[in-house]
């Protein structure tokens, strides 16, 4: 999904008998990689001249490595300099559903010239995302995001969300039940594997934010001979996938809150929102409240009831640099008759190129989250978190907690959920925010014991949603380029200083974040 402010668009060996631990590509596939011209670039996006797309034909079914193929779609940029080259550098942007075909460029305008030198840029989008054999459940533009990502009624009652959850879980089944038992991040890793052979490198290096932190963590796990350098920012715990995971955007949510209350509070002469932190907050309280009695339409037709409203604010605080926007987003419920401009970023949903179902990255999210682990089939548990939920974090109003479509699934997981482990060479780096709203830094911790001597953790004291290329905090930034164009890894855990939200000065001055997608499909890209 698209839009201007919460514009469309956060884990070895396998436990089943049989299935190969890497692709099994024959010669004629391999020699059917073909470099090309790129997709139709999505309109809020800029690429890279130089980068160029091609498709791989894998397993579906890796345990059927003859059975039936999926397409996926592949991108590079290679380095301008091959005197240097190291290898490739593959990434993914996270969500799960997130496509990553267009990172090599995004990642071609962040990272220093130390990392570009060495590495040829390699994205692709993951099996069911994009234009690699996408699913659908079926979902229109106009599905409520509030149920989409599963806040409770304004009383907290979940029989809206139960039903939505029956409803789609039966939808997804029907419209891509022959793929979705197989669009797993276990699967995607096979895939990354695959694209290696492809490439004909004997190693991969990898760059993963959020969701990618876990897909490289779990492709490190099954295949730790072929993993180079890894740097995973903004991690995913592995034991928590993924119910579990959810439920700590409540604790992310109220360790960041602070941050764009004080900044807010700094700037009461602008937005009048607020001249301290707890009138800021006090706000905060007010609108929800309000909206949740009665919802606005805005002059674009629009409506945001409290969930909307909550929902908008968790995805500004991925980045600093959302702040302004969030705060004109404020002013539109303490200032009525604001104008159709500011009230028109709250609106677009995310959408895909014309051949891609407009309901993808929602699709694939399900797929990734419902088929990695079993959920819970129990209504009961969710309506009990969820009361308990919204009583110790009132703010994020028990979504966190709620049932997912994954709740009432037709399929149940075709493996066990890949164990990380510390098996492997030393040869991870984890960049964790203290106060990220989407994985909290307990989170990058859970990663962190789970790699064990394989990894190193850097810590670094700021807000937000991903650290490498994303924000300015040269402390951490150093030190992932010494790993990635080094090799070189800090001996200790390290605790980083990171920037301070006071940089960002009002709407018309602050750049846009990196267009790096969030868990709730919304896009972190400032448009």
């Given at each position: 999904?698209?839009?201007?402010?919460?514009?469309?668009?956060?884990?070895?060996?396998?436990?089943?008998?049989?299935?190969?631990?890497?692709?099994?590509?024959?010669?004629?596939?391999?020699?059917?990689?073909?470099?090309?011209?790129?997709?139709?670039?999505?309109?809020?996006?800029?690429?890279?001249?130089?980068?160029?797309?091609?498709?791989?034909?894998?397993?579906?079914?890796?345990?059927?490595?003859?059975?039936?193929?999926?397409?996926?779609?592949?991108?590079?940029?290679?380095?301008?300099?091959?005197?240097?080259?190291?290898?490739?550098?593959?990434?993914?942007?996270?969500?799960?559903?997130?496509?990553?075909?267009?990172?090599?460029?995004?990642?071609?305008?962040?990272?220093?010239?130390?990392?570009?030198?060495?590495?040829?840029?390699?994205?692709?989008?993951?099996?069911?995302?994009?234009?690699?054999?996408?699913?659908?459940?079926?979902?229109?533009?106009?599905?409520?995001?509030?149920?989409?990502?599963?806040?409770?009624?304004?009383?907290?009652?979940?029989?809206?969300?139960?039903?939505?959850?029956?409803?789609?879980?039966?939808?997804?089944?029907?419209?891509?039940?022959?793929?979705?038992?197989?669009?797993?991040?276990?699967?995607?890793?096979?895939?990354?594997?695959?694209?290696?052979?492809?490439?004909?490198?004997?190693?991969?290096?990898?760059?993963?934010?959020s969701y990618g932190t876990y897909l490289g963590a779990v492709y490190a796990s099954l295949f730790p001979q072929h993993s180079d350098r890894f740097v995973l920012d903004s991690a995913i715990d592995p034991k928590r996938v993924w119910s579990d995971q959810w439920h700590t955007f409540s604790i992310g949510f109220t360790l960041r809150f602070p941050d764009f209350t004080a900044w807010a509070a700094a700037r009461d002469a602008t937005y009048q929102l607020g001249a301290t932190?707890?009138?800021?907050?006090?706000?905060?309280?007010?609108?929800?409240?309000?909206?949740?009695?009665?919802?606005?339409?805005?002059?674009?037709?629009?409506?945001?009831?409290?969930?909307?409203?909550?929902?908008?604010?968790?995805?500004?605080?991925?980045?600093?640099?959302?702040?302004?926007?969030?705060?004109?987003?404020?002013?539109?419920?303490?200032?009525?008759?604001?104008?159709?401009?500011?009230?028109?970023?709250?609106?677009?949903?995310?959408?895909?190129?014309?051949?891609?179902?407009?309901?993808?990255?929602?699709?694939?999210?399900?797929?990734?989250?419902?088929?990695?682990?079993?959920?819970?089939?129990?209504?009961?548990?969710?309506?009990?978190?969820?009361?308990?939920?919204?009583?110790?974090?009132?703010?994020?109003?028990?979504?966190?907690?709620?049932?997912?479509?994954?709740?009432?699934?037709?399929?149940?997981?075709?493996?066990?959920?890949?164990?990380?482990?510390?098996?492997?060479?030393?040869?991870?780096?984890?960049?964790?925010?203290?106060?990220?709203?989407?994985?909290?830094?307990?989170?990058?911790?859970?990663?962190?014991?789970?790699?064990?001597?394989?990894?190193?953790?850097?810590?670094?004291?700021?807000?937000?949603?991903?650290?490498?290329?994303?924000?300015?905090?040269?402390?951490?930034?150093?030190?992932?380029?010494?790993?990635?164009?080094?090799?070189?890894?800090?001996?200790?855990?390290?605790?980083?200083?990171?920037?301070?939200?006071?940089?960002?000065?009002?709407?018309?001055?602050?750049?846009?974040?990196?267009?790096?997608?969030?868990?709730?499909?919304?896009?972190?890209?400032?448009?």
């Amino acid at each position: 999904m698209r839009s201007k402010l919460l514009a469309a668009a956060t884990i070895l060996a396998v436990a089943i008998a049989g299935p190969p631990t890497s692709p099994a590509l024959g010669g004629e596939r391999t020699r059917a990689l073909v470099w090309g011209d790129c997709p139709a670039v999505p309109p809020e996006l800029e690429r890279d001249p130089r980068q160029q797309c091609a498709s791989l034909h894998l397993p579906l079914d890796y345990r059927r490595s003859s059975g039936p193929t999926i397409s996926v779609a592949i991108s590079r940029i290679a380095t301008a300099k091959p005197t240097l080259r190291r290898g490739i550098l593959l990434s993914n942007p996270g969500g799960p559903g997130g496509p990553g075909l267009d990172m090599p460029s995004r990642l071609a305008a962040l990272l220093p010239a130390e990392v570009l030198d060495r590495y040829d840029l390699v994205g692709f989008d993951p099996r069911g995302v994009g234009h690699s054999t996408p699913v659908t459940c079926g979902m229109s533009v106009d599905t409520p995001l509030d149920l989409q990502v599963p806040f409770p009624a304004p009383d907290g009652s979940i029989d809206r969300n139960i039903a939505f959850g029956q409803q789609t879980a039966r939808d997804c089944a029907n419209l891509s039940g022959h793929l979705l038992p197989f669009i797993t991040t276990a699967n995607t890793a096979r895939d990354m594997d695959g694209i290696r052979v492809a490439l004909g490198e004997r190693e991969l290096s990898y760059l993963g934010y959020s969701y990618g932190t876990y897909l490289g963590a779990v492709y490190a796990s099954l295949f730790p001979q072929h993993s180079d350098r890894f740097v995973l920012d903004s991690a995913i715990d592995p034991k928590r996938v993924w119910s579990d995971q959810w439920h700590t955007f409540s604790i992310g949510f109220t360790l960041r809150f602070p941050d764009f209350t004080a900044w807010a509070a700094a700037r009461d002469a602008t937005y009048q929102l607020g001249a301290t932190q707890q009138a800021v907050s006090r706000l905060y309280d007010q609108i929800t409240a309000q909206l949740d009695r009665a919802p606005v339409t805005l002059p674009d037709g629009f409506v945001v009831n409290g969930n909307v409203f909550r929902l908008v604010t968790f995805d500004r605080l991925y980045h600093d640099l959302n702040f302004p926007q969030l705060a004109a987003f404020w002013r539109l419920f303490t200032r009525p008759g604001a104008g159709p401009t500011a009230a028109a970023a709250a609106r677009t949903p995310i959408g895909a190129a014309v051949e891609v179902p407009v309901d993808n990255f929602r699709a694939a999210q399900y797929a990734v989250v419902c088929d990695d682990a079993a959920w819970s089939r129990d209504v009961r548990m969710y309506q009990r978190n969820v009361a308990v939920d919204r009583r110790t974090f009132p703010r994020t109003a028990g979504f966190p907690a709620n049932a997912w479509p994954c709740a009432f699934w037709a399929n149940q997981p075709v493996e066990p959920p890949v164990r990380v482990t510390s098996n492997g060479p030393r040869n991870m780096l984890i960049l964790q925010n203290l106060r990220d709203p989407a994985t909290p830094w307990i989170t990058g911790f859970g990663l962190r014991q789970a790699l064990g001597r394989r990894a190193v953790m850097v810590s670094v004291d700021q807000g937000g949603h991903g650290v490498y290329g994303v924000t300015n905090a040269p402390c951490a930034s150093q030190i992932a380029t010494a790993f990635l164009s080094t090799g070189v890894l800090p001996e200790h855990d390290r605790l980083c200083p990171g920037q301070r939200p006071g940089a960002v000065t009002d709407q018309r001055s602050a750049p846009r974040p990196p267009a790096f997608p969030t868990p709730y499909g919304l896009r972190a890209d400032g448009r």
